[in-house]
């Protein structure tokens, strides 16, 4: 496996130029936008759980009020007979 | 050490942490996204025929890598409760590679050192070459099979070798 060790060796040096210069303020201005992102996720998380609620607790008032488990009265008479 | 402002804690870390490991990365994005960066990427290479020799000084060579930095900054900062115990830089590498895999097409071409490759070429090249990262975890966080990480590294370093015995 020497050979190909060799290979990558000299592409790794061809690799290894200079570093470009870091800009100046990149931490502030990365937690800063690192900041409106948690912002945003909480505000989007918050959405998320009030329309969760605003679903369940419509949901309950729809079926107290239907109560969908219940039969509904019979509208069909069962055939008259023996008379 | 610097004194203690009102924004100690998370705040002193993760300027602790780019303070350290900014230039690295912006070298690992430069590469990806090929610009010129430095400029003297071609006066490595031996000034190849054909290359463009724009030796502009030290500056600003480089917006996207620049963007693609401090996108992948602004990530690690929000998630930096979670990924402080982990190894910061592996996760912030992790979103620069993705951010570049999701934009690769607005980087083609370019003055940069590996602007003949691929996208997934140069990302196989940096990750498993430059960088070091094993190939079973390159291969996971590129989403690729093992086999196929590895022929991709092997082509990239074939596509970068003519140059290298021309110069």
């Given amino acids: ?34 900041d409106r992102l948690v912002r945003r996720r909480r505000v989007l998380r918050r959405i998320g759980w009030a329309l969760l609620f605003a679903a369940a607790a419509a949901f309950a008032v729809w079926a107290s009020l239907a109560r969908p488990w219940e039969l509904p009265p019979s509208e069909v008479s069962p055939p008259l007979q023996g008379w | 050490m610097s004194p203690v402002d009102r924004r100690s804690g998370p705040w002193a870390e993760f300027e602790a942490f780019v303070a350290g490991a900014a230039g690295r990365l912006l070298h690992v ?85 590996l602007a ?21 975890v390159a291969a996971a966080q590129l989403g690729l099979p093992v086999d196929r990480m590895r022929a991709l590294t092997a082509r990239a370093v074939a596509a970068m070798r003519p140059e290298r015995e021309a110069a």
Wanted: hydrophobic share 35%; glycine share 18%; proline share 8%.
């Fill in chain 1, 1 to 34: 496996m020497s050979f190909p060790d060799r290979k990558e060796e000299q592409v790794r040096r061809l690799l290894a130029g200079p570093r470009p210069p870091v800009p100046a303020g990149l931490a502030v201005a990365a937690a800063a936008r690192g």
């Fill in chain 2, 29 to 113: 994005a430069v590469l990806l996204t090929a610009e010129p960066g430095t400029g003297a990427g071609d006066a490595v290479g031996g000034g190849v025929g054909g290359g463009t020799g724009s030796g502009s000084g030290a500056g600003s060579g480089c917006p996207g890598a620049r963007r693609l930095l401090a996108g992948a900054l602004a990530r690690t900062y929000a998630d930096w409760r979670r990924v402080r115990g982990d190894d910061p830089y592996d996760h912030t590498r992790r979103e620069l590679c993705a951010a570049y895999a999701r934009t690769a097409r607005r980087y083609r071409g370019g003055p940069g050192v």
């Fill in chain 2, 116 to 136: 003949r490759l691929a996208p997934q070429e140069r990302l196989a090249l940096v990750l498993c070459v430059h960088e070091g990262v094993p190939e079973e």
